[in-house]
């Protein structure tokens, strides 16, 4: 686990990681994910871009392919609040990225699970992913991977709860009724399979499930427990999210 003083290291820390795993290994995609924790992520991410020669940043623009963990099933790209939209305002349009270089599953597909089977097998094709990006849920989710959920758990359309909802609903005008009520989000099957595992943690109100998800037995109640199986698991949070570890009995490993 790396500790940092605040969400900006921590960002700061990520984007360092998503940079090298890029130049590491350019023919595996990255995994990334959404959400308020990562807005910081993907800013120091451009700018230390920026601060790279030309030649490496012609490189990492040309050689970039991304698969987001998740999509709201109802949203389409042209709508704001998708995770799509999300993307092309932070990565692809700041980066002169393609479209086809940041994929997401579909979130208008006619028939949402074979589209989560389709954009399985696309990441399958394409090799898997090298490094996966992750932020914890509340309730323990990874993705859109709601408890109970098993560490096989493949792609999939599923049934956001209500706790996630109600986490999400800032983008939707503060009402959880208005956040789509599915999604289709990489399993659990695929986010174990990555590479290498990089979960970013802020914040106090993550502090508790961060604890629960590192020291408890895994199980399908909390989703992210099941990261711990991963050999090459990095946690990068701040001192906030580790209030727990630093308040409570038990190792900060």
Known sequence: ??????????????????????????????????GRTMVPVYAALRQQLGRLGSQQQRQIRADWLSFNLDEYVGLGPHDPRSFKAFMAGQLQAPLGLRPEQVLLPDGLAADPQAEARRYGAALAVAGGVGLQLLGLGLNGHVGFNEPPCSAEAPCRCLTLSAATRTQNAGAFGGDPEAVPAQAITLGLAEILAAG????????ASKA????????????????????????RL?????QAALGAFLQGPGPCR
């Not at 199980?219 to 990261?227: F, G, H, R, V």
């Not at 990095?234 to 701040?238: G, K, L, P, R």
């Open 208 to 231: 508790a499930i961060l604890k629960r998800a590192l020291q408890e037995p895994p199980c399908p109640e909390i989703p992210a427990s099941w990261l711990q199986h991963h050999p």
């Open 234 to 238: 990095e946690v990068v949070a701040d």
């Open 196 to 203: 290498q595992i990089l979960l970013v943690v802020t914040g």
């Open 1 to 34: 686990m790396l500790a940092l003083a605040d969400a900006q290291a921590v960002a700061a820390a990520a984007a360092e990681r998503l940079l090298q795993a890029r130049q590491a290994q350019p023919q595996r995609p990255l995994g990334l994910a959404t």
